[in-house]
């Protein structure tokens, strides 16, 4: 039902920068909370941040905080997260998630909660 596909992913030196884009379908794409996901080879799926639908809060891991900014552009169907001061244990395969019910405080943190998921972008940054 929902269409989301994530772009902008390549590979950086230590310290550089990306923007990864989110591009979601649906004429509700202002009533989704959008959130990012990464993961890295042998290790679980982690939350990155999230921006949510109701109030426009963010929230982030305390791993990116200060470095990255997630937004989103209503009007282009599309949540950005800006990656700055990027690491090497940054390098992961970022997912982009559509979560389009209501859910309570910190839902949107949850990987489970999210209805729709795009097919990632790999990440890798080189020290």
């Known amino acids: 039902q929902v269409q989301v596909v994530e772009s902008g992913g390549g590979s950086v030196q230590a310290g550089g920068s990306l923007r990864l884009s989110c591009a979601a379908s649906?004429?509700?794409?202002?009533?989704?909370?959008m959130g990012w996901f990464r993961q890295a080879p042998g290790k679980e799926r982690e939350f990155v941040a999230a921006?949510?639908?109701?109030?426009?809060?963010?929230s982030y891991d305390d791993s990116v905080k200060g470095r990255f900014i997630i937004s989103r552009d209503n009007a282009k169907n599309t949540a950005y997260l800006q990656m700055n001061s990027l690491k090497s244990e940054d390098t992961a395969v970022y997912y982009c998630?559509?979560?389009?019910?209501?859910?309570?405080?910190?839902?949107?943190?949850?990987?489970?909660?999210?209805?729709?998921w795009g097919q990632g972008t790999q990440v890798t940054v080189s020290s």
């Open positions: 998630g559509a979560l389009v019910r209501p859910v309570g405080p910190r839902g949107e943190t949850r990987e489970y909660e999210y209805d729709y």
């Open positions: 649906g004429r509700t794409f202002s009533s989704y909370t």
């Open positions: 921006i949510r639908w109701d109030n426009g809060n963010t």
